[in-house]
């Protein structure tokens, strides 16, 4: 297998690309499941069959497979996470990722946490494993669900008990405020506001850009803040995330701008948030103490975003 590797990356080179995809079969056939070079315990995971395998998905967008591409790197397991997201999330349409999630098969409950003894003070705790791929993917697509407006359809694919419930507020919410009129209207359009600015990063936020929940919302890898020569911050227009300028999708581009968070802001569902705070504002009475205190949390969920300087890591 190390030999058919070595060759399909020659083959690449040189540019015979049909040839460089069986060399890649082969390799990826040839390393078995739970060969792992990491150099120590300490190091990270480098397993070969998982790293052919992202190389072989790396080539499947070269040709605009991305269902190949995502069963690919889905295949190389956890180590290429972000790039299986990024697949998921930005480029496979919503019919597309949910039908690949549904072609995976039942899945398997999620391990429990696990009991520890600290070794400082003997103490014990109890530590949530690593939440596995699959669940990963189907939270994925919950999300996305939740932000093309099928909140519904969403639950079944929540991984954890309390996220699906608090997903199921929000649907709750926005069932009644499709149904109702007038104050009515109002409040369950208040409550689905509520719900997707305080759980919004779990039930609609962007697994990648600009929500960053991979990380709980603690890292904007794409932050477009820059600083002038007093280290003052200037707030650029923030951009979306740019494609390499080899081995793209023939339509990748598009399909990239029509997954665009809309805004394009951090924390983007804050102002979901607010926009559904505001529907709610418009059926109450405009003189009313309601009326005021609506558009006081509006404004109240977006506000950190404008006038807050350096702390942004807040979810």
Not at 220 to 234: F, G, H, K, L, M
Not at 279 to 286: E, F, H, M, T
Request: charged share 30%.
């Amino acid at each position: 297998p190390l030999a058919a590797w070595v060759r399909a990356k020659l083959a690449l080179r040189e540019g015979r690309l049909d040839e460089a995809t069986r060399e890649y079969a082969a390799a990826a056939a040839g390393f078995p499941a739970d060969e792992d070079w990491s150099r120590n315990e300490y190091d990270r995971p480098f397993q070969p069959r998982c790293r052919v395998k992202a190389e072989q998905g790396i080539l499947a967008i070269g040709r605009s497979d991305y269902r190949e591409a995502l069963s690919l790197f889905y295949a190389a397991g956890e180590q290429y996470w972000t790039d299986t997201a990024r697949l998921a999330e930005r480029v496979l349409t919503l019919d597309e990722l949910q039908a690949f999630v549904d072609g995976l098969g039942p899945v398997q409950p999620l391990p429990p946490p696990e009991r520890k003894v600290s070794e400082w003070d003997g103490s014990e705790y109890f530590e949530e494993p690593p939440v596995p791929v699959q669940h990963r993917l189907r939270d994925l697509l919950a999300r996305r669900l939740v932000r093309a407006g099928q909140a519904d359809a969403a639950l079944a694919y929540f991984a954890k008990a309390e996220v699906r419930a608090e997903a199921a507020r929000y649907a709750e919410a926005m069932q009644q405020a499709a149904k109702a009129k007038g104050i009515d209207r109002g409040e369950a359009l208040y409550a689905a506001s509520v719900q997707m600015r305080v759980h919004g990063m779990e039930i609609a936020g962007y697994e990648g850009d600009p929500d960053y929940a991979e990380y709980g919302g603690n890292y904007d890898w794409n932050d477009s803040t820059t600083w002038d020569a007093d280290y003052n911050p200037i707030r650029n227009p923030r951009k979306d995330l740019a494609l390499p300028a080899v081995w793209v999708g023939s339509d990748e581009a598009q399909r990239m701008a029509q997954s665009r968070a809309e805004p394009l802001a951090r924390f983007h569902y804050r102002f979901r948030a607010h926009d559904l705070a505001q529907q709610a504002a418009d059926v109450l009475p405009s003189r009313s103490q309601a009326f005021a205190m609506v558009l006081c949390h509006a404004s109240r969920y977006v506000i950190n975003r404008v006038i807050r300087v350096v702390d942004e890591t807040e979810p």
